[in-house]
């Protein structure tokens, strides 16, 4: 079993930056692919980024691409995601997300899940 822990959440100014990480346990997910989604209250939970396990591939959302940046550091078993320029819009629970390899937007595709951290975005 995996076990995703995110933190970084908070809450910041239009334009403002929050890093997000998602440290990963109880087995090693260096050969998973990892995403970050994100709810919205009322909304469904969406994609945001993904990238394989070497880091060598990375996809984002068309609303976020050119403002955040998805990475990992396998060695640390941890995710990360540099959001710049945030917008009031992204405001939601982020989620970190695992899964054994599969690549693609759909949430479907993801067997673990952390269980979130709140961003907040004022204007």
């Known amino acids: 079993q995996v076990q995703l822990v995110e933190s970084g959440g908070g809450l910041v100014q239009a334009g403002g930056s929050l890093r997000l990480s998602c440290a990963a346990s109880?087995?090693?997910?260096?050969?998973?692919?990892m995403g970050w989604f994100r709810q919205a209250p009322g909304k469904e939970r969406e994609f945001v980024a993904g990238?394989?396990?070497?880091?060598?591939?990375?996809s984002y959302a068309d609303s976020v691409k050119g403002r955040f940046t998805i990475s990992r550091d396998n060695a640390k078993n941890t995710v990360y995601l540099q959001m710049s320029s945030l917008k009031p819009e992204d405001t939601a629970i982020y989620y970190c997300?695992?899964?054994?390899?599969?690549?693609?937007?759909?949430?479907?595709?993801?067997?673990?899940w952390g269980q979130g951290t709140q961003v907040t975005v004022s204007s």
């Open positions: 997300g695992a899964n054994t390899g599969f690549w693609g937007p759909a949430k479907q595709l993801y067997q673990y």
């Open positions: 109880g087995r090693t997910v260096t050969r998973y692919t």
């Open positions: 990238i394989t396990w070497s880091g060598g591939d990375t």
